[in-house]
């Protein structure tokens, strides 16, 4: 419709208070007499109320009248002239005491499915009407929803609705829109419809896994579902899909393990596994033609139907994701899912919007959206219901499928108070659940003092943020040109030695996530092919090797970008999100190129894992027991003691610089790694030029 043709809007601005416009086009925007008129009653009350003299819309007369009305009642405006408009209630989302009045404790959202019958019920307040289509035996039928308390609309539907599509069609003022159900456990490929299924169905086993004493005894590992296995190299037959990492006995075209048996054999505990929830920008029908990592989220309810061997198929949907995590967590792996809770891909198209106007996203106090996320929207999580929607969701994924914890997207823009519920919720649930993000400081509609941010982690001491400290000193910024200490920025050896063992930065140790590469921008190998671009090749792998050895053996919680371990390229492409699979599918012979690396990580893994001193989750005991020192203004002597363990002490030298240092060794030490031929003679140790060196005793 073409908005400056429209004469006459009106809208609900309080629950006593109507607002109409009338366009300065008609009749100057004058009108001498409005009425309220009431379908339901067939009554035409007369409205008292005052012209306003404001500025914020220059073709529009406003008038503001105070009246009584009923939610969920159709009303039209009528002027003197005859010209009429529906009533729009959708802004009383925005008033202080909507949460108060229709907040909805209830558990019951969305289908709830048995032989004899399914009901159906929506948080639908500002709706006028909600109609209920389903699809079945390819014939349409119509079922009108009653409203009910909270305004909750409802309707059972008797004989067995199993694998039965449906949708929602609701109307706020004119006309109806359609919408998915937002609380659906399964839907048709691309969003077209929602589908009931049978939750007896969908029960898995679950491994027993030992718990998580200590979240720095974690070790992530991320990576993408679709990238995962999307390669020819990667010996897989389900490329791109849930499927792919529960096939057995997969290997590289020399026959070393890919998939699951390497994840297995690597040594780490955790797989952080990029979005897996339903998403806009991939054709589920043709998933090959497009691409796109998954965080433009079109509903947090479902799986993506592109990993999906049949997106249309309502259980595969559900299972295939299920047998997924239940295959690593057959080896002993727990899995954290990569969670978008701070925006949708598309405001006007999703679920939440179409059930309730305007309240699911976060506004400016001049009405406009919030957007903080650089994507056009902010979920407005402190809302209560969108509030209890992330936790029903977090809770679904976590008790239904199998998730041992989440790593928040753009946590800055999510409120504390929401992020220290879905901590206790997991917790309570699984003592061993761990929940992390990035806490970068956006400028979202929502105080800074509120925002989940790495400034304000004393506030919310269970959740973990990525440590971007730790990265830029250690690897350098964002910026390809820049060098980190282990890129040969000797003059941030004191910085480095501080990221090292964090103790400044945090409430508590197990707060920093510790990283120098992950999805996000560039690979740490392209980036030394510009930042050490007159190094040459070996050089520039022992850089990173080292940059590989800092993040395991430091204090915090070490997180590894997949095929980081094998220098994994993007080609020097940073933000890969939709460059497609030749870009970003693992490149899995690259391992069989770099075994020695691969092998070099899974010794310190194994060190990290088999000596509480690289691990400790106190301050207290992290500062009597680990000291660093600046050698030469080069060179970093990282010292850690430990009274059980399969030794006592360990000294770790990191050498970034091209020079070779000599150090004393004290009595009793012997030299379990160095990245060169090196060997204690006289107890002096030579820590060659860009050389990790590795003391125990």
């Known amino acids: 419709m073409e908005e400056t043709a429209i004469r006459m809007k009106a809208y609900a601005v309080n629950f006593n208070e109507i607002r109409v416009y009338l366009s300065k086009n008609y009749y100057n925007g004058i009108s001498s007499k409005f009425y309220l008129k009431d379908f339901e009653e067939d009554e035409l009350l007369l409205l008292t109320g005052d012209a306003l003299n404001s500025n914020d819309n220059p073709d529009y007369q406003e008038y503001a009248f105070h009246i009584s009305f009923k939610m969920g009642k159709v009303y039209k405006i009528v002027d003197a002239y005859g010209l009429s408009c529906f009533l729009d209630f959708s802004r009383l989302s925005l008033c202080k005491e909507f949460d108060e009045l229709y907040y909805y404790d209830g558990e019951d959202l969305g289908n709830t499915y048995t032989q004899q019958q399914t009901t159906f019920k929506v948080w639908a307040p500002l709706a006028t009407d909600v109609i209920l289509k389903i699809y079945k035996d390819d014939v349409e039928q119509l079922y009108p929803m009653k409203r009910g308390l909270k305004g909750v609309y409802n309707v059972s539907v008797e004989g067995d609705l199993e694998l039965t599509n449906y949708v929602y069609m609701i109307r706020h003022s004119e006309d109806y829109e359609v919408s998915l159900d937002p609380y659906a456990y399964a839907c048709a490929s691309n969003g077209r419809c929602s589908i009931v299924v049978d939750l007896d ?23 993408s579902v679709r990238d995962f296995s999307m390669s020819s190299t990667s010996g897989m037959k389900n490329k791109g899909k849930f499927l792919a990492f529960s096939e057995l006995h997969t290997s590289t075209d020399s026959g070393n393990p890919t998939g699951l048996d390497y994840l297995s054999c690597l040594g780490i505990t955790h797989v952080q596994l990029m979005p897996i929830n339903d998403f806009a920008t991939v054709d589920e029908r043709n998933p090959t033609e497009l691409y796109n990592w998954g965080y433009d989220p079109a509903g947090y309810n479902v799986t993506e139907g592109s990993y999906v061997t049949d997106p249309n198929d309502g259980y595969k949907r559900i299972q295939e994701a299920q047998q997924m995590i239940h295959a690593l967590h057959s080896r ?46 902010d979920l407005n999580t402190t809302a209560m219901m969108c509030r209890k929607y992330i936790l029903d969701m977090c809770k679904r994924w976590q008790v239904l499928y199998g998730i041992d914890g989440y790593r928040f997207d753009l946590m800055g823009i999510i409120d504390q108070e929401t992020m220290k519920l879905v901590d206790a919720q997991g917790k309570a649930i699984d003592s061993s659940f761990i929940v992390y993000g990035e806490g970068w400081n956006m400028m979202t509609a929502l105080s800074e003092e509120k925002r989940t941010t790495i400034q304000n982690n004393h506030q919310t001491p269970h959740i973990g943020f990525f440590n971007d400290f730790f990265r830029d000193t250690l690897r350098g910024t964002n910026q390809m040109e820049s060098k980190g200490y282990f890129s040969g920025d000797t003059y941030k050896t004191n910085d480095a030695m501080k990221a090292i063992c964090n103790l400044e930065m945090f409430d508590n140790i197990s707060q920093s996530i510790n990283y120098v590469e992950c999805h996000d921008n560039a690979t740490c190998y392209d980036k030394l092919q510009i930042s050490n671009y ?164």
């Open 534 to 697: 007159d190094e040459n090749e070996e050089v520039k792998k022992k850089r990173l090797r080292l940059m590989l050895a800092a993040v395991i053996l430091s204090q915090g919680v070490p997180f590894i970008h997949s095929g980081q371990e094998f220098f994994r390229t993007k080609g020097g492409q940073s933000n890969t999100y939709n460059a497609g699979d030749q870009v970003n599918a693992l490149d899995w012979n690259r391992k069989d190129m770099e075994i020695d690396t691969v092998q070099f990580v899974q010794f310190l893994i194994h060190l990290r894992k088999n000596n509480r001193c690289f691990r400790y989750d106190d301050y207290e005991v992290i500062r009597e027991n680990v000291s660093t020192a600046n050698i030469d203004h080069c060179m970093i002597e990282y010292k850690l003691h430990q009274d059980i363990g399969e030794y006592k002490d360990f000294i770790v030298y990191f050498n970034a610089s091209t020079n070779t240092i000599e150090v004393d060794v004290e009595e009793g030490f012997s030299l379990l790694c160095h990245s060169e031929k090196g060997k204690i003679v006289d107890n002096k140790l030579k820590v060659d030029g860009v050389c990790l060196a590795i003391l125990a005793r």
């Open 201 to 223: 169905k969908v029960v898995m086993p679950r491994h027993t896994i030992l718990p998580l004493l200590h979240k720095t005894d974690a070790i992530i590992y991320e990576t």
């Open 332 to 377: 002993g792996l727990r899995v954290v899912l990569d969670v978008v809770y701070n925006h949708m891909h598309d405001v006007n198209l999703n679920a939440l919007e179409r059930t309730v106007p305007h309240y699911y996203f976060r506004r400016n106090d001049d009405g406009s959206l919030s957007n903080g996320s650089w994507c056009g929207n």
